[in-house]
């Protein structure tokens, strides 16, 4: 019967792989690589729908009054304030990294990172505030 456990994954296996998405415990260095790389990914996908979108500007004036009907419904507007986070996050990261590659400030990466963190979560909302009151 050395066949019986076949397709299973082992109890600790398991446990492992949960801990992949459990925050708690979580270095900032670690947070900071996977935000950066999360946001990175998001702002590459982002540039090709936007090349898409501009698209619409090739097929005439009534396809492109109907993508703005679109862009100016609720979940488009999240989305865009959700984009504004991952491009300040992304930025502002990536001048922590660009510091610390140069050996400013390697002893306040943490810090460095939690300030990082707090600007982007200001700069976001006030954006998201100004995009919902217009």
């Known amino acids: ?12 296996r398991s446990r492992r792989v ?28 982002y540039l090709y729908l936007h090349l898409a979108v501009l698209s619409l500007l090739a097929r005439g004036p009534e396809a492109w009054d109907r993508f703005i009907d679109l862009a100016k419904t609720t979940p488009i507007l999240i989305l865009d304030v959700v984009l504004i986070f991952g491009l300040l996050f992304h930025a502002l990261n990536g001048l922590r990294l660009t510091l610390v590659s140069l050996n400013m400030g390697v002893r306040r990466q943490t810090a460095l990172f ?21």
């Open 1 to 12: 019967m050395p066949n019986a456990d076949k397709g299973r994954v082992p109890a600790e």
């Open 18 to 45: 949960s801990r992949w998405f459990d925050p708690r415990g979580i270095a900032p260095g670690q947070l900071a690589f996977v935000l950066h790389r999360i946001t990175g990914l998001g702002l590459v996908f």
């Open 114 to 134: 939690w300030g990082a963190a707090l600007v982007t979560v200001v700069l976001t909302a006030v954006a998201g505030w100004m995009i919902f009151r217009m």
